[in-house]
């Protein structure tokens, strides 16, 4: 340790090293296989794959508790645009795009698009605290476990942050692996909006 150090820092100093090598390390549970028991991602770097209609897949059915209480159903949003965006506290990257999301959220959702989030492997409380400084108002999923991102491992998002956005049929039009921006995901909401 160093000497330099109190106690108490050098904990917390590990602490916050090992939450960032959890969730920025490893192997992603599709490069382990769908039975593997790892499901550790690794960080992105902001890539956006786009699905044309004939090659999009569909979003299982999803439900869990919410973030700030009661349950969601991802089957509760089709007809609509559907933006899932997974994140943690503990993620810096998350924190760097989050007022990007709620940019592109309050622009859209008067014209029918919906926002969820997927708060991953986090504690509840880091996460609500985490929405009360961000100002995020769209809800999110609370994914302790990681099973609520296993359902979506026929696309998987395959790092903290992802982002998703899901056509009106509830099939994935594009991808963003690693953080986004503003000028990034508004295009992709827009576009897939547009579509009839």
């Known amino acids: 340790m160093n000497?330099?150090?109190?106690?108490?820092r050098a904990g917390a100093a590990?602490?916050?090293?090992?939450?960032?090598?959890?969730?920025?390390?490893?192997?992603?549970?599709?490069?382990?296989?769908?039975?593997g028991n790892d499901n550790r991602f690794?960080?992105?770097?902001?890539?956006?794959?786009?699905?044309?209609?004939?090659?999009?897949?569909?979003?299982q059915d999803v439900e869990a508790e919410g973030l700030a209480g009661g349950r969601h159903r991802l089957a509760d949003l089709k007809g609509k645009v559907v933006v899932v965006n997974f994140w943690a506290s503990w993620c810096a990257p998350c924190r760097g795009e989050a007022p990007s999301l709620e940019q592109?959220?309050?622009?859209?959702?008067?014209?029918?698009?919906?926002?969820?989030?997927?708060?991953?492997?986090?504690?509840?409380?880091?996460?609500?605290?985490?929405?009360?400084?961000?100002k995020v108002t769209y809800p999110s999923m609370f994914d302790a476990d990681g099973r609520v991102t296993l359902a979506f491992r026929e696309v998987p998002p395959s790092a903290i942050p992802s982002t998703l956005v899901l056509d009106r049929q509830g099939r994935i039009a594009a991808r963003v692996i690693g953080a986004t921006t503003y000028s990034k995901l508004g295009p992709l909401v827009a576009k897939t909006l547009a579509e009839k």
């Open 3 to 8: 000497p330099r150090l109190s106690p108490a």
């Open 104 to 134: 592109v959220y309050s622009e859209n959702k008067a014209k029918g698009v919906e926002f969820l989030g997927v708060n991953f492997k986090d504690a509840k409380e880091n996460g609500k605290a985490f929405e009360r400084k961000f």
């Open 42 to 59: 690794i960080s992105g770097n902001g890539n956006v794959t786009e699905f044309k209609p004939g090659d999009r897949k569909s979003v």
């Open 14 to 35: 590990a602490v916050a090293l090992c939450g960032l090598l959890a969730g920025c390390a490893g192997t992603s549970a599709s490069e382990n296989g769908a039975g």
